[in-house]
């Protein structure tokens, strides 16, 4: 959704990617020519990426943590990473867990630079959260 609040000439840079067909399928009535059913493992963007937002993947992959280190190479000096975790209540995964490993192994990291972080509430239930991270690398 993060589309929808692009400016027109920022939209024609974006891609978006993700592992679900449903989810390109919804995402292209957007707009057909920039998202691509692709798994995270296998992408290789064709140029630096000056933003990219990881919304909800991490806990999916097996070394979350090292996927976050491959990403940081797609990314132009200055450039950074929007990072969204789920927290809260879910009967199938223990989300909190994987997240609080991730968060941990981010700050643990003396090259990863979080410059901002944010807990978002959902409006209708409360018991919903996602810590919203923005992360950069020190190049020096």
């Not at 940081?72 to 209540?89: A, C, D, E, K, Q």
């Amino acid at each position: 959704a993060i589309y929808y609040y692009l400016y027109e000439d920022e939209k024609k840079k974006y891609t978006g990617i993700d592992y679900s067909a449903a989810a390109i399928k919804m995402a292209k009535q957007l707009q057909e020519n920039c998202f691509y059913l692709c798994d995270i493992n296998d992408y290789i963007p064709s140029e630096k990426l000056e933003i990219i937002v990881i919304n909800e993947v991490l806990y999916y992959i097996p070394r979350p943590l090292e996927m976050l280190n491959k990403v940081f190479h797609w990314l132009t000096r200055n450039g950074v990473v929007i990072l969204s975790l789920y927290i809260g209540p879910n009967k199938q995964t223990d989300y909190n867990t994987i997240t609080n490993n991730i968060i941990t192994g981010i700050k643990n990291r003396n090259d990863f630079i979080i410059y901002d972080e944010s807990l978002v509430t959902s409006d209708t239930q409360p018991e919903l959260q996602w810590n919203i991270y923005v992360i950069g690398i020190d190049r020096d």
